[in-house]
């Protein structure tokens, strides 16, 4: 697709079929068509065997499917209205400063208004048409187009490619897994036609949810026609007009049509959002060096940023979970990093966001437990450090590396039941037993 300045279409060529509107496509002698941009009037040189390709338009940022202005003239923007709008506006300050050389006190009211204004970004919004809405709906039409000149300025790549699995740090890995991964298939194959922002808080908040509403494509047989789904996004502030998505997961699927059975939901890696901490805790009877008994396990999942999670917390978290890997290491500066770590976790909030990464680095780990066995030993001992709350993750191999995995692989389980059943108050247990002046017991072996 080439873009080329705006003209008119050259007389001459050969009629291929009709555009959206009606009108008579002409192809020149390169077998290219025009589509002009229809709120800009930049023209593209589009192939007449690809008039269904989605345009992003370089110039104004506009998305148009290529045949709905295929073949029309190109216009270029009429600014009579912006005109009429400036005289107005000039008529206004003029008419604004009689008003303030007669009048005293109500400048002061006026000032007032103006500064409420700018302090409260939100005001004079809705959900609906805040700004931040607009950029969700935009994001979620680049990742139905495959957008990447959107996607990656309206996306966490790092955050989205964790959740996908893509390698850390790698932005065309992660672009590469929003275009194939299971997880975003409902983005790819359901039309987006709005969103909304969960409440008012979350248009000026540093983090914040929103609400993506979609509706099956005509020819996707699998839904019916008269429904539509919702999916909810998660997004943090990148600056003070910019928003970057950092996770999504599936809130109310469209109606499925008679006889379509329900999608299941990805497993494991490829599920990617592990928002809520895996599948609901199940009881599973064990036998260890506890004895036999029930505990209550659920299936691990990747766990992104707690989605209240401010830049700093994630920052911290983040930062907590690389030293007490790194404190692992015979490296200068190892010891004692343990201790600090998880001395830094103190508040609420600050637990609220280590925990689902410690979580996260435990599943990343969980496959294979004996070659990572310190690792998981470690971030085992920090969470029962930050939270007061432990399982019976046994130190001491037994020789059986079958028997070890299954126990090792328990003990994660046990953690994320643990997380689902207790996300809303992850430090429970530690100010219970602070409450009791009585040092905690320490970990079982």
Known sequence: MVRRPSRSPKPGRSKVGT?????????????????PCPQCATVYRVHADNLDQVISCQECGKVFPARHTAGRRAHAPDHTKAYVVFGIAALGL????????????????KTNQAAKAQANPGAGYTVGTHPRSAQLLRWAEAVAANNRLVLQTHTDLTAVGKLLGAPYGEADAALKAIAGNA????????????????????????????????VPKPEDARYRKDTRGEIELTFRKESDEQIVVTGWRMKTEPVRA????????????????????????????ITDSGGTRK?????????GHWEKATPELQKLADQVVADILFSLSNETGAAGKFTRATLSVRTADEASAVVPRI????FELYQDPIANHDKLSHLNKALYTIVGWSVNYQVQGTGDDAKDK??????????????????????????EQESTNEPADEPRK
């Open 19 to 35: 555009s959206k509107g009606g009108t008579a496509i002409r192809v020149g002698k390169d077998g290219k068509v025009d589509a």
């Open 94 to 109: 003029v008419a604004m400063f009689a008003v303030l050389a007669s009048s005293s006190d109500k400048p002061a009211a």
């Open 183 to 214: 997880l975003s298939a409902p983005l790819r194959e359901l039309s987006p036609v709005s969103a909304v922002l969960a409440s008012e808080a979350d248009m000026t908040s540093p983090s914040g949810t929103g609400i993506l509403y979609v």
């Open 258 to 285: 008679a006889g379509q059975p329900k999608q299941d939901t990805p497993k494991a890696a490829d599920a990617g959002l592990g928002a809520l901490g895996g599948d609901k805790p199940a009881d599973v009877e």
């Open 295 to 303: 505990v209550a396990e659920a299936e691990p999942r990747a766990m």
């Open 359 to 362: 979580l996260n680095a435990m």
């Open 406 to 431: 299954a126990a090792r692989q328990s003990c994660v389980r046990q953690w994320f039941a643990w997380y689902h059943s207790n996300k809303g108050n992850l430090l429970k247990n530690r100010e």
